[in-house]
T-cell receptor, first 113, second 116 residues
Framework: AQSVAQPEDQVNVAEGNPLTVKCTYS??????LFWYVQYPNRGLQFLLK??????LVKGSYGFEAEFNKSQTSFHLKKPSALVSDSALYFC???????????FGTGTKLQVIP | EAGVAQSPRYKIIEKRQSVAFWCNPI?????LYWYQQILGQGPKLLIQ????????DSQLPKDRFSAERLKGVDSTLKIQPAKLEDSAVYLC??????????????FGPGTRLTVT
């Protein structure tokens, strides 16, 4: 069985400060990891993904994430938070030959002006 | 390119009634997903199609939910009969398998279902 954990229901950060949204996973085999963002009353949007290669991946809107195999983590980061980054963030895991997919429970990011 | 289309956007029904949702994926996307997202939770995969075949329906309540993807393009998700706990947003997504944009899911706007 595979699983994704987002240990923080909510993260608060001041505008201009760096932000981190945490994600850990459990799977047998190689993971494909994704981050999605959901703004109020809107569908989920793809931010970035790790498939293979460089452990640091860069995505949309200045976000990046670091894949850490030993810690089974894929934390989302941004050097300087914007108020407009306030949204719900989901980590997702794909694995297996048929690419079974599991989403985390989501982390609400609140950027305080 | 056009995005994932879903209809209707909103639906209110009484318990024990039936309801159907429609999804048209992005052209050329072989994989189609239906998710249930209850308020405050992450999307829960209901069913995943590869072309017109089912690859994962382990979390689909098969006594009341059904889905089909005829001709490997658009798809319909049906609930019959609906229960109060089915109130949720039903999301459809599609993806490519290979290439630079492989596995990235593109989500439709969702259908918000309220069962009274």
């Amino acid at each position: 069985a595979q699983s994704v954990a987002q240990p923080e229901d909510q993260v608060n950060v001041a505008e201009g400060n760096p932000l981190t949204v945490k994600c850990t996973y459990s799977v047998s085999g190689n993971p494909y990891l994704f981050w999605y963002v959901q703004y109020p009353n809107r569908g989920l949007q793809f931010l970035l993904k790790y498939i293979t290669g460089d452990n640091l991946v860069k995505g949309s809107y200045g976000f990046e994430a670091e894949f850490n195999k030993s810690q089974t983590s894929f934390h989302l980061k941004k050097p300087s938070a914007l108020v407009s980054d306030s949204a719900l963030y989901f980590c997702a895991l794909f694995s297996g030959g048929y690419q079974k997919v599991t989403f985390g429970t989501g982390t609400k990011l609140q950027v305080i002006p | 390119e056009a995005g994932v289309a879903q209809s209707p956007r909103y639906k209110i029904i009484e318990k024990r009634q039936s309801v159907a949702f429609w999804c048209n994926p992005i052209s050329g996307h072989a994989t189609l997903y239906w998710y249930q997202q209850i308020l405050g939770q992450g999307p829960k995969l209901l069913i995943q199609f590869q072309n017109n075949g089912v690859v994962d329906d382990s979390q689909l309540p098969k006594d009341r939910f059904s889905a089909e993807r005829l001709k490997g393009v658009d798809s319909t998700l049906k609930i019959q009969p609906a229960k109060l706990e089915d109130s949720a947003v039903y999301l459809c997504a599609s993806s490519l398998i290979k290439g630079a944009r492989g596995y990235e899911q593109y989500f439709g706007p969702g259908t918000r279902l309220t069962v009274t």
